[in-house]
Nanobody, 124 residues
Framework: QVQLVESGGGLVQAGGSLRLSCAAS????????MAWFRQAPGKEREFVAA????????WYADSVKGRFTISRDNVKNTGYLQMNSLQFEDTAVYYC?????????????????WGQGTQVTVSS
């Protein structure tokens, strides 16, 4: 499986922005669709966004559409999540994940590769 390492989390005020990165290694990154999930305390892990292997197709949760942008650079073997207009409700641990499956995969069960997570805290 591909190995994933997230970075870029932190503390930000409501209305601010952060960019998360997900560095991949071990396999041909462009073969994998990549996604971001998040998990708040006491809640289940939820889908945030996904991008196809070549970066041509993206999918978003309704709660982040228009505010978050997922992208990838297959030369750098890195995926990104640009988060704008952050809200208190966006506070969570954010995880990147990868799968060889194609199509809009929104269940965490469909992703065999995971990073360790990065904390995003939005102060109100």
């Amino acid at each position: 499986q591909v190995q994933l390492v997230e970075s870029g989390g932190g503390l930000v005020q409501a209305g601010g922005s952060l960019r998360l990165s997900c560095a991949a290694s071990g396999r041909t990154f462009s073969n994998y669709a990549m996604a971001w999930f998040r998990q708040a305390p006491g809640k289940e892990r939820e889908f945030v966004a996904a991008v196809s292997g070549r970066g041509l197709t993206t999918w978003y949760a309704d709660s982040v559409k228009g505010r978050f942008t997922i992208s990838r650079d297959n030369v750098k073997n890195t995926g990104y999540l640009q988060m704008n207009s952050l809200q208190f409700e966006d506070t969570a641990v954010y995880y990147c994940a990868a799968t060889l499956r194609v199509g809009p995969r929104k269940s965490p069960l469909e992703y065999p590769s995971w990073g360790q997570g990065t904390q995003v805290t939005v102060s109100s």
